[in-house]
T-cell receptor, first 118, second 114 residues
Framework: GAVVSQHPSWVICKSGTSVKIECRSL??????MFWYRQFPKQSLMLMAT?????????EQGVEKDKFLINHASLTLSTLTVTSAHPEDSSFYICSAPRGGISNYNEQFFGPGTRLTVL | GDSVTQMEGPVTLSEEAFLTINCTYTATGYPSLFWYVQYPGEGLQLLLKATKADDKGSNKGFEATYRKETTSFHLEKGSVQVSDSAVYFC?????????????FGKGTRLSVIA
């Protein structure tokens, strides 16, 4: 099946620093990618939709100036957590839809990035 | 808005036991429904899906039937194995094309013991 990678898989940073997380579709092109956040023992919550060549669309309550998204190419979207604080510690997951035989586009998920802010 | 409710875990079963994980949803339209599985240390993988009422999704011995009348999509497996230990997420997409984000339930952790 299709592969979506994320880098890094885990990161520890100091409060106040910025962290960039990459999401790559390795064997297909994705004009749209989604960024989710997962708290321990909770569900995935959509943060934003990343659109290649245009601005990201953020969900209500997500600070766009704090979580910067750049969809630089058809295979790469980045999420930058700016001025990170301990409350930003979480598991960040990206997904990308890929067209199939039918009109249905299956979504493929990256393995996630665990961010710990000290 | 759309939402998914699935049974709280964790669920602990002995090998070869029958598994049911309940999932109900609310949606304004005609959503597509999914079960995803997350094995320890890995990303989410699509387990099965159903895109319209009465469809049955199946994969690896797991089944779920899209029940519009009860707005449910319960996951079942007749005989679980230790390798099925994982977290299972029920999800929906309110437009079945897949270019829309998914709405997830909270996940149910399954532990199967030998």
């Amino acid at each position: 099946g299709a592969v979506v990678s994320q880098h890094p898989s885990w990161v520890i940073c100091k409060s106040g620093t910025s962290v960039k997380i990459e999401c790559r579709s390795l064997d297909f092109q994705a004009t749209t990618m989604f960024w989710y956040r997962q708290f321990p023992k909770q569900s995935l919550m959509l943060m934003a939709t990343s659109n290649e060549g245009s601005k990201a669309t953020y969900e209500q309550g997500v600070e766009k100036d704090k979580f910067l998204i750049n969809h630089a190419s058809l295979t790469l979207s980045t999420l930058t957590v700016t001025s990170a604080h301990p409350e930003d510690s979480s598991f960040y997951i990206c997904s990308a839809p890929r067209g199939g035989i039918s009109n249905y586009n299956e979504q493929f998920f990256g393995p996630g990035t665990r961010l710990t802010v000290l | 808005g759309d939402s998914v409710t699935q049974m709280e875990g964790p669920v602990t079963l002995s090998e070869e036991a029958f598994l049911t994980i309940n999932c109900t949803y609310t949606a304004t339209g005609y959503p597509s429904l999914f079960w995803y599985v997350q094995y320890p240390g890995e990303g989410l993988q699509l387990l099965l899906k159903a895109t319209k009422a009465d469809d049955k999704g199946s994969n690896k011995g797991f089944e779920a039937t899209y029940r519009k009348e009860t707005t449910s999509f319960h996951l079942e497996k007749g005989s679980v194995q230790v390798s099925d230990s994982a977290v299972y997420f029920c999800a929906l997409s309110d437009r079945g094309s897949g270019n829309t984000p998914l709405v997830f339930g909270k996940g149910t952790r399954l532990s199967v013991i030998a």
